[in-house]
């Protein structure tokens, strides 16, 4: 699931060109129709020729609305700049374009629109070139161009076609287990209640989680979840998502809150940054000024600690910190905007470096400047982490080669997201050849393995659980790692293994018809306990399954391949042995015969059967006990 956003100055055809493209217009309100501009976002969506939907959002061109275009454009996967053939390059064009490039949205099409009014083809190759020199070094410098006229439809295939290419080429966003959802829209449904959308990121949520809303720390429940108006189980990275939320109030939430599961995030109210600054600001900015700080659907005011000078000049590059007037969540690697709030002006923008600091940094001092370089270029914990996921599960020896982090790093960096949950250790002791696994990668592993199992019992209810060895070649673990995994379930208890291996929960229970079979059965073994029904007789009375899920459960027991008793015979005939042993010092084959009036087909199986479970042993014609 993929989400484009539109950008480019107003009435240059955005809304129009979603429209020719999904069939929907994106402009809800009735003051947008009315004055024919985007003032919130809207939202639309297609079917790609691959069968992929991809969700768009439409932000606003017009200056006044620049911070509502910036609540939509931070969870987009790629973006179409929009440039009417009629106007050329606009200033909210230049801004806009800033603003992708700012936030490193590489992937884009530049969409020459309303080509249906430039009859003079030479005026167009006049303005593809002028719009090549606009971008040639902004990261949409490769972007392709393509011409549209909404209007006439010419153009939209060749679009279509550019667009699925592009996404096709951009990896999915990674499912790092710790959904995100930056909420860009709020508002209530009658027989629903609260309902909020955003594009969500970093996991997956399901109908029935527990949610909470930062940074106020609210909590709820999904009661449902749409995309693109379907309803789903499951909301994917990457996808526009609408969430029902019970619990919450609407009056509760606002724009630029963030729907998380509960204690994987905590709101800040400091920030550190590195920060690029557009070229052509009006001004430098000084250390102390007021910026807004937008970053995800989300804005605030902050104020601005230059690191390591006192003034940041158009085109430069420094570290900064932010001190936000109210929390907000944003995580390391996030991409933000800053605005100066008066007179309105995009100044710059860059990545979150480091989203917990400790505390207020010395403005100069070295070693802090250090470090947030080395952040920037990714922390040791970072580099840990991609190294263990490169491998799956393996040794720590492996992890900390394929690191190449030295000892004292390696060390902080293991606790750490040993600490964080990041890391599993799959074995208590933390030596060179432990296992460990990623959090992300365990998560794959053990839902697999613990779907086997649950389809094993829902294929075989009336079987106590799947044999180790067959588990063992279903998940193609090899057998060291499969033996860590197991026995790591095991003690967690998500597993347990006797015979087999089945879920805790697990047991075999029969049916009305089977326990009438079951009794009838019995019946039998009661007329004559020591000469009983064969295993063929009792088979063709109850089953297979029946009779293996009866002899699993102990309720009767296996002495051959062709000889059975329940388990309450079986132990008064182990006892009566074991006394005449101690009384007469040996036991025979024809005495145990005699001793319970059977035949010597049940008294020899039953006595091989106790000299293999090690009760007795053979001397001669005769048993003792071992």
Same mark, same amino acid.
């Given at each position: 699931?993929?989400?484009?956003?539109?950008?480019?100055?107003?009435? #240059?055809?955005?809304?129009?060109?979603?429209?020719?493209? $999904?069939?929907? #217009?994106?402009?809800?309100?009735?003051?947008?129709?009315?004055?024919?501009?985007?003032?919130?976002?809207?939202?639309?969506?297609?079917?790609?020729?691959?069968?992929?939907?991809?969700?768009?959002?439409?932000?606003?061109? /017009?200056? =006044?609305?620049? !911070?509502?275009?910036?609540?939509?454009?931070?969870?987009?996967?790629?973006?179409?700049?929009?440039?009417?053939?009629?106007?050329?390059?606009?200033?909210?064009?230049?801004?806009?374009?800033?603003?992708?490039?700012?936030?490193?949205?590489?992937?884009?099409?530049?969409?020459?629109?309303?080509?249906?009014?430039?009859?003079?083809?030479?005026?167009?190759?006049?303005?593809?070139?002028?719009?090549?020199?606009?971008?040639?070094?902004?990261?949409?410098?490769?972007?392709?161009?393509?011409?549209?006229?909404?209007?006439?439809?010419?153009?939209?295939?060749?679009?279509?076609?550019?667009?699925?290419?592009? @996404?096709?080429?951009?990896?999915?966003?990674?499912?790092? /287990?710790?959904?995100?959802?930056?909420?860009?829209?709020?508002?209530?449904?009658?027989?629903?209640?609260?309902?909020?959308?955003?594009?969500?990121?970093?996991?997956?949520?399901?109908?029935? =989680?527990?949610?909470?809303?930062?940074?106020?720390?609210?909590?709820?429940?999904?009661?449902?979840?749409?995309?693109?108006?379907?309803?789903?189980?499951?909301?994917?990275?990457?996808?526009?998502?609408?969430?029902?939320?019970?619990?919450?109030?609407?009056?509760?939430?606002?724009?630029?809150?963030?729907?998380?599961?509960?204690?994987?995030?905590?709101?800040?109210?400091?920030?550190?940054?590195?920060?690029?600054?557009?070229? =052509?600001?009006?001004?430098?900015?000084?250390?102390?000024?007021? &910026?807004?700080?937008?970053?995800?659907?989300?804005?605030?005011?902050?104020?601005?600690?230059?690191?390591? $000078?006192?003034?940041?000049?158009?085109?430069?590059?420094?570290?900064?910190?932010?001190?936000?007037?109210?929390?907000?969540?944003?995580?390391?690697?996030?991409?933000?905007?800053?605005?100066?709030?008066? *007179?309105?002006?995009?100044?710059?923008?860059?990545?979150?470096?480091? /989203?917990?600091?400790?505390?207020?940094?010395?403005?100069?001092?070295?070693?802090?400047?250090?470090?947030?370089?080395?952040?920037? /270029?990714?922390?040791?914990?970072?580099?840990?982490?991609?190294?263990?996921?490169?491998?799956?599960?393996? *040794?720590?020896?492996?992890?900390?080669?394929?690191?190449?982090?030295?000892?004292?790093?390696?060390?902080?960096?293991?606790?750490?997201?040993?600490?964080?949950?990041?890391?599993?250790?799959?074995?208590?002791?933390?030596?060179?050849?432990?296992?460990?696994?990623?959090?992300?990668?365990?998560?794959?592993?053990?839902?697999?393995?613990?779907?086997?199992?649950?389809?094993?019992?829902?294929?075989?209810?009336?079987?106590?659980?799947?044999?180790? +060895?067959?588990?063992?070649?279903?998940?193609?673990?090899?057998?060291?790692?499969?033996?860590?995994?197991?026995?790591?379930?095991?003690?967690?208890?998500?597993?347990?293994?006797?015979?087999?291996?089945?879920?805790?929960?697990?047991?075999?229970?029969?049916?009305?018809?089977?326990?009438?079979?079951?009794?009838?059965?019995?019946?039998?073994?009661?007329?004559?306990?020591?000469?009983?029904?064969?295993?063929? !007789?009792?088979?063709?009375?109850?089953?297979?399954?029946?009779?293996?899920?009866?002899? +699993?459960?102990? +309720?009767?027991?296996?002495?051959?391949?062709?000889?059975?008793?329940?388990?309450?015979?079986?132990?008064?005939?182990?006892?009566?042995?074991?006394?005449?042993?101690?009384?007469?010092?040996?036991?025979? @084959?024809?005495?145990?015969?005699?001793?319970?009036?059977?035949?010597?087909?049940?008294?020899?199986? @039953? @006595?091989?059967?106790?000299?293999?479970?090690? &009760?007795?042993?053979?001397? +001669?014609?005769?048993?003792?006990?071992?």
């Amino acid at each position: 699931m993929r989400v484009i956003g539109t950008a480019g100055h107003v009435d #240059h055809g955005k809304s129009t060109l979603i429209e020719a493209l $999904t069939g929907t #217009h994106p402009d809800r309100l009735k003051e947008e129709q009315a004055r024919e501009m985007t003032i919130e976002l809207g939202f639309g969506w297609l079917m790609l020729p691959n069968s992929e939907q991809v969700g768009i959002v439409d932000v606003p061109g /017009h200056r =006044d609305f620049i !911070e509502n275009m910036l609540a939509g454009i931070g969870g987009i996967d790629a973006a179409l700049l929009i440039i009417a053939a009629d106007e050329g390059i606009m200033p909210q064009t230049k801004e806009h374009l800033a603003i992708l490039d700012l936030l490193g949205i590489s992937s884009a099409i530049i969409v020459l629109t309303k080509t249906d009014l430039a009859s003079d083809l030479s005026w167009l190759e006049l303005l593809e070139t002028d719009i090549r020199l606009a971008v040639s070094d902004t990261a949409l410098q490769n972007a392709s161009i393509i011409r549209v006229s909404a209007k006439n439809k010419t153009g939209l295939n060749s679009l279509i076609s550019n667009l699925q290419s592009l @996404l096709e080429n951009k990896p999915n966003r990674p499912n790092l /287990h710790r959904p995100r959802l930056p909420i860009d829209r709020v508002f209530s449904m009658s027989g629903f209640g609260t309902v909020v959308t955003g594009t969500l990121s970093d996991g997956e949520l399901k109908v029935g =989680d527990e949610i909470a809303i930062l940074p106020s720390g609210l909590k709820g429940r999904i009661r449902g979840l749409q995309t693109h108006k379907k309803k789903e189980e499951i909301a994917i990275a990457g996808s526009r998502t609408a969430v029902n939320i019970s619990g919450i109030e609407t009056d509760s939430i606002q724009r630029g809150d963030v729907l998380v599961h509960p204690n994987q995030y905590q709101a800040t109210r400091r920030i550190d940054a590195k920060l690029n600054l557009l070229k =052509d600001i009006s001004t430098s900015i000084q250390h102390g000024d007021e &910026v807004k700080f937008f970053v995800g659907a989300s804005e605030g005011i902050a104020i601005l600690r230059l690191l390591g $000078t006192e003034e940041l000049k158009a085109g430069e590059t420094g570290w900064i910190q932010l001190e936000l007037r109210e929390p907000i969540l944003a995580v390391r690697g996030d991409r933000y905007i800053l605005r100066r709030p008066s *007179p309105s002006e995009t100044l710059g923008g860059g990545t979150v470096v480091d /989203h917990q600091p400790k505390g207020r940094h010395k403005r100069f001092d070295e070693d802090v400047l250090k470090s947030l370089e080395a952040l920037s /270029h990714g922390s040791p914990a970072e580099v840990l982490l991609e190294a263990t996921s490169a491998l799956g599960i393996a *040794p720590i020896k492996e992890v900390k080669a394929k690191s190449r982090l030295d000892a004292e790093q390696f060390e902080k960096a293991f606790n750490e997201l040993i600490s964080n949950q990041q890391i599993i250790l799959l074995e208590g002791n933390k030596n060179p050849e432990s296992l460990i696994v990623s959090f992300t990668e365990w998560q794959k592993i053990k839902e697999k393995l613990l779907q086997i199992v649950d389809d094993y019992h829902k294929q075989y209810r009336l079987r106590s659980g799947i044999p180790k +060895e067959e588990l063992k070649n279903k998940i193609k673990l090899p057998n060291k790692v499969f033996n860590v995994v197991l026995e790591f379930l095991i003690t967690n208890h998500e597993l347990r293994f006797t015979k087999f291996v089945s879920k805790p929960e697990h047991k075999i229970k029969f049916d009305e018809q089977e326990q009438l079979q079951i009794q009838k059965l019995k019946r039998k073994f009661e007329e004559n306990p020591y000469a009983t029904p064969s295993v063929k !007789e009792c088979q063709a009375e109850v089953g297979e399954e029946i009779l293996n899920a009866l002899i +699993e459960s102990d +309720e009767f027991i296996a002495v051959s391949s062709d000889v059975l008793f329940r388990k309450k015979d079986f132990d008064n005939m182990v006892d009566k042995i074991k006394s005449h042993i101690k009384q007469n010092g040996q036991i025979t @084959l024809a005495e145990v015969r005699d001793i319970f009036s059977t035949t010597r087909k049940y008294a020899q199986a @039953l @006595l091989e059967y106790l000299d293999s479970i090690q &009760v007795t042993v053979r001397k +001669e014609d005769a048993r003792i006990l071992k």
